[in-house]
Nanobody
């Protein structure tokens, strides 16, 4: 059974940093691209960033480029989301997800849609105060 468990959320002041972790089990971790998504109160879940399973290439939504970094360790079955220079608009529940493909790019588009992901964690809440 595949499990993705997020941790590291909490309350932080604007300008601060947080590091989210996602521990995966029940899957061959290196075969899956890993993604982070977030859902703000009353809004749809949206893509944040992703990292491929093999060459560790990454891709981010524009609003977090230069502030957030996705990384992974295939030996530890873990993916991280380092969030710096946090803003109140980053407040959301953050979800870890495992994609059905090792890579993050199809040659036409990046895999950034929720339907591109096969497995999901339950989320961790990040609150950024102003």
């Amino acid at each position: 059974q595949v499990q993705l468990v997020e941790s590291g959320g909490g309350l932080v002041q604007a300008g601060g940093s947080l590091r989210l972790s996602c521990a995966a089990s029940g899957l061959t971790f290196s075969n899956y691209a890993m993604g982070w998504f977030r859902q703000a109160p009353g809004k749809e879940r949206k893509f944040v960033g992703t990292v491929s399973g093999n060459d560790f290439s990454t891709y981010y939504t524009d609003s977090v480029k230069g502030r957030f970094t996705v990384s992974r360790d295939n030996a530890k079955n873990t993916v991280w989301l380092q969030m710096n220079s946090l803003k109140p608009e980053d407040t959301a529940v953050y979800y870890c997800a495992a994609g059905s493909r090792t890579t993050i790019y199809s040659g036409i588009r990046y895999y950034t849609r929720s339907e591109d992901m096969n497995y999901w964690g339950k989320g961790t809440l990040v609150t950024v105060s102003s």
